[in-house]
């Protein structure tokens, strides 16, 4: 087993490209683990009658939680490795002859499959598990959590089809141009949350979808281009957390970087200014580091790990929340279990989540060694298959949409 391992581990650094980022592709991988890690830690149950699954935060009662949102909430860095990333591939494309408009179906369509595989096989699956005696409200759960990220497959999505004008301004402007951005989502939440907020209509916040998650993306892209060097960086992680700092203390923005049930205002949904400046310490951080954790990447044993979770991302994002409830559903049934379906309002229910992590990661890679296929081309599936794919995801979006 030692030997298999070995090899393995030897044959990912031999088929490595000398010029491959490995800095780039660490970060990315350390963004993607932050994303189950973060639900995991950051989410839990409460059982109701009949074994319902009911969501439930350990954020509402446990206030030393937030300061570990900051840390699992890393979308700043997966913003940021993805506006490289998209700059570099852009570029390779445009090389080859390829026009943009092609490049950007390719990455699209990289993005769309395994959101189809996911939500086509929870529409089969639902009417299955109602038949075996499942809740109905455990159901809508399970829903909700399939969903939840899901939504950053479509911000991404929409970002990403921004790159040939994130690199036209990213070249002109450099990092400034991610400023306009900063300036829109703090004129915003000075609207929604100023002296004037009762005038303000509801629906203000929703601007900040846009600005709010392409300022990560459109930093990335000046890193790409070359347009975001270290001086920059710095300015970025100092003036970050003074604003981050100025934001909590002064201004009495929410400590949690995701929403918290009971509370009536959020960092995340939509992007309030407190993540911008959060993602400004990340981003300048990953610009500053770069070249140690490149250097630290050249260790074959630490480097096949990042290639393996790079490889998987969308399957890690999309499947993750299954693997927690492929552990959680069966033991709603059994009863209350520590750390799996009792309140998360105690430090015995973190030890108990704690342990229960390795479960999940197990059932995410068993359900991964399936669902993987998703990610590549659907070439054995006929057009018949596919016909019935897009019906059932369809199916399980407008279910997602009634319970969400």
Not at 197 to 215: C, E, I, Y
Not at 274 to 282: D, F, R, Y
Not at 328 to 355: I, Y
Not at 360 to 369: P, Q, Y
Request: glycine share 10%.
């Amino acid at each position: 087993m030692r030997y298999k391992v070995r090899a393995a581990v030897r044959a990912v650094e031999e088929r490595t490209p000398p010029h491959r980022d490995r800095a780039v592709d660490g970060l990315r991988a350390l963004a993607l683990l932050a994303v189950p890690l973060g639900h995991w830690m950051l989410g839990g149950f409460t059982r109701g009658p009949q074994g319902a699954l009911h969501n439930a935060s350990p954020l509402a009662t446990l206030g030393f939680f937030a300061p570990l949102s900051w840390m699992l909430q890393l979308l700043g860095i997966f913003f940021l490795v993805g506006g490289c990333a998209s700059v570099l591939s852009l570029q390779r494309a445009t090389a080859r002859g390829q026009p943009a408009g092609h490049w950007l179906r390719g990455r699209l369509v990289r993005l769309g499959r395994p959101v189809l595989g996911v939500t086509a096989v929870w529409a089969a699956l639902l009417p299955v598990l109602a038949l075996c005696g499942v809740p109905e409200t455990t159901l809508r759960t399970g829903a909700v959590l399939v969903v939840q990220p899901l939504w950053f497959v479509a911000v991404y999505a929409g970002v990403t089809a921004l790159t040939p004008y994130c690199v036209r301004v990213a070249r002109r402007w450099g990092a400034w141009s991610a400023v306009p951005l900063l300036t829109v989502v703090a004129v915003v939440d000075l609207l929604r949350y100023g002296p004037f907020a009762q005038q303000v209509p509801s629906w203000t916040g929703l601007v900040n979808l846009l600005p709010g998650w392409l300022f990560g993306y459109q930093l990335g892209v000046c890193w790409g281009a070359g347009r975001l060097r270290r001086k920059a960086a710095a300015v970025l992680c100092a003036g970050g957390g003074v604003l981050f700092a100025v934001l909590l203390v002064v201004f009495d923005y929410p400590a949690s970087m995701v929403g918290v049930p009971g509370q009536s205002r959020t960092n995340s949904h939509p992007p309030s200014l407190l993540v911008l400046a959060l993602a400004s310490v990340q981003c300048g951080a990953a610009v500053l580091l770069r070249e140690r954790i490149g250097h630290a990447l050249r260790r074959p044993a630490l480097w096949a790990p990042v290639v393996a979770i790079n490889l998987s991302a969308m399957t890690i994002l999309c499947w993750h929340q299954t693997a927690m409830l492929a552990a959680a559903v069966p033991g709603a049934a059994l009863g209350t279990v520590p750390g799996l379906t009792t309140a998360p309002d105690s430090l015995g229910w973190v030890l108990a989540r704690l342990a229960w992590l390795p479960v999940f990661a197990v059932s995410l890679v068993a359900i991964g060694s399936v669902t993987r296929r998703f990610e590549t081309p659907w070439r054995g599936a006929g057009r018949g298959a596919r016909a019935v794919a897009g019906a059932l995801a369809a199916a399980f979006a407008l279910y997602a949409f009634a319970v969400v």
